[in-house]
């Protein structure tokens, strides 16, 4: 792992590639000119890292049910080749999103010049020698929660105002939530199943040594793992008793992403259901409330005046179309429909709808005690990525912590296969439209010349194997032997 890792990071270094170019570049972009022979290269990698993976999980898996003790004392090792693997990735262009560029540039933008990413475009700031890096986002407000800018803050208060100081502070910051979320389920977290030999060791293999975690939450600096560091941090405290922190803790999730909301709720009823009477239930869900509405209230009060400063976070919930299962539908309607005329609010408001209905049977099951707290989340995220509007491809880092702790065939199965499928995604839809698809004569001059562009074919071509297989493979292999997938973890 490690070595593939050092190559990717030879061909893709963030340190001189971010003070070459007058734009963010994507990896097609990288390898467009004299380098299109790494490109197979690339995906070969890809290919070993979740192969090794695979291979260390169910090596680690085999001994922590022959001889557990001996498997707690390889926690640290496991531990320590992530955290090389991670800093190694520091240095690593980000080669498929430019989020953690524009994490330090709206950073920057608000230290120097006052404008809060909550409220003031980049736009705004033409003068800032950085701002070409905005790209298609300058003039769109930060859709992250006021946590997360108020937490970006700190490094560029520091002192960090080069772009490229900006992008590695950024990623350190996710290298130190990284290294948080291991030492929480390697250290303190119980698993949430009764499924024999899912040990710590198993546990923080599956999370520290996936080459999702490690390529998108390092690599590429998303984040999302500050997000996931508390959402994991809260479900331990839970697991412990600690309701009221966990709560807290939930509450700052959201903060930095509003993604985190999800499992607001879901707190709340596990919360109330184990009160043992009305007046405790009532106690503690007055002060559930209180929690985040003061915890929340504050932090967004920081960043700019209400309701302004919500806009972002609206957007992020209501206003993004793209790369989902919700979206081919879209598209597909308004390639058919005779004036092409269809939006995509009803077909939102269905999904939503859907949504909520099975939001709903997961709070009845977990007030019920049919399914644990990490379980109910596993599943409510799942469901979001597969009904929501939008997609991209680090999304399913968001199911990593949940599994992590309830550690079944079930959950494995779903996250690594929507790992290696997203993964894969992105060099299919740039380099396979860019270097084939768009210039293909057939497609061009033949029976789909009329439909022949980018988002409606890469979107019809890509999005069903990439949620088909995690949606699909693990059932097919319950099928093939329902008392091993059910019963152990099977991998």
Request: include cysteine; charge should be positive; hydrophobic fraction near 55%.
């Amino acid at each position: 792992m490690v070595s593939i890792y050092l190559v990717y990071l030879i061909f893709f270094p963030l340190v001189p590639t971010i003070y070459h170019s007058d734009h963010v570049l994507e990896i097609e972009q990288m390898l467009r000119v004299g380098r299109k022979w790494f490109a197979p290269l690339y995906v070969l990698g890809l290919g070993a890292l979740f192969y090794a993976f695979w291979r260390e999980l169910h090596i680690v898996h085999k001994l922590s049910k022959e001889d557990p003790e001996a498997a707690k004392s390889l926690r640290i090792w496991i531990l320590g080749i992530g955290v090389l693997c991670g800093t190694i990735l520091i240095g690593l262009y980000p080669i498929t999103a430019l989020d953690v560029v524009l994490y330090a540039v709206r950073a920057r933008l608000w230290a120097l010049y006052g404008g809060s990413p909550m409220l003031a475009l980049p736009a705004n700031f033409p003068q800032d020698p950085y701002i070409r890096f905005a790209g298609e986002y300058t003039k769109q407000v930060s859709p992250y929660g006021p946590g997360w800018e108020l937490l970006a803050q700190i490094p560029i208060r520091l002192g960090i105002l080069d772009i490229g100081g900006g992008v590695i502070a950024m990623k350190m910051i996710s290298l130190i939530s990284y290294i948080s979320i291991a030492v929480l389920i390697g250290w303190y977290a119980r698993q949430d199943t009764s499924q024999p030999g899912v040990s710590n060791l198993t546990a923080i293999t599956f999370f520290a040594l996936n080459p999702m975690v490690l390529m998108e939450a390092i690599g590429n600096g998303h984040n999302d793992m500050v997000m996931l560091a508390l959402m994991t941090l809260g479900l331990v405290l839970w697991q412990r008793g600690r309701w009221a922190w966990a709560a807290i803790a939930l509450t700052l999730a959201t903060l930095i992403k509003i993604t985190g909301l999800i499992l607001i709720p879901l707190v709340g009823v596990a919360v109330l259901t184990a009160a043992p009477n009305w007046h405790t239930r009532i106690t503690r869900g007055l002060s559930l409330a209180a929690i985040f509405l003061v915890v929340a209230g504050i932090a967004y009060r920081l960043t700019g005046p209400f309701p302004d400063v919500f806009a972002g976070a609206q957007h992020a919930m209501f206003g993004r179309w793209g790369y989902a299962p919700t979206h081919v539908i879209l598209l597909i309607a308004q390639t058919v429909s005779p004036h092409g005329n269809v939006t995509g609010l009803g077909l939102a408001e269905v999904t939503r709808g859907i949504f909520i209905l099975y939001f709903a049977y997961l709070l009845i099951r977990l007030a019920r005690g049919d399914i644990t707290l990490a379980q109910a989340g596993f599943m409510a995220y799942f469901s979001q990525l597969l009904l929501g509007t939008t997609f991209r491809i680090w999304y399913p880092m968001w199911l990593i912590p949940f599994a992590a702790l309830s550690l079944t065939s079930h959950t494995y199965w779903r996250t690594f296969l929507f790992s290696l499928t997203a993964e894969l995604s992105i060099f299919v839809y740039l380099i396979g439209w860019r270097w084939v698809l768009d210039s293909w004569d057939w497609g061009l001059n033949g029976p789909l010349k009329a439909y022949w562009n980018f988002w409606l074919v890469m979107t019809v071509i890509t999005v069903p194997w990439v949620f088909g297989i995690p949606l699909f493979g693990p059932m097919l292999q319950k099928w093939k032997d329902p008392q091993q997938f059910i019963h152990s973890l099977w991998i």
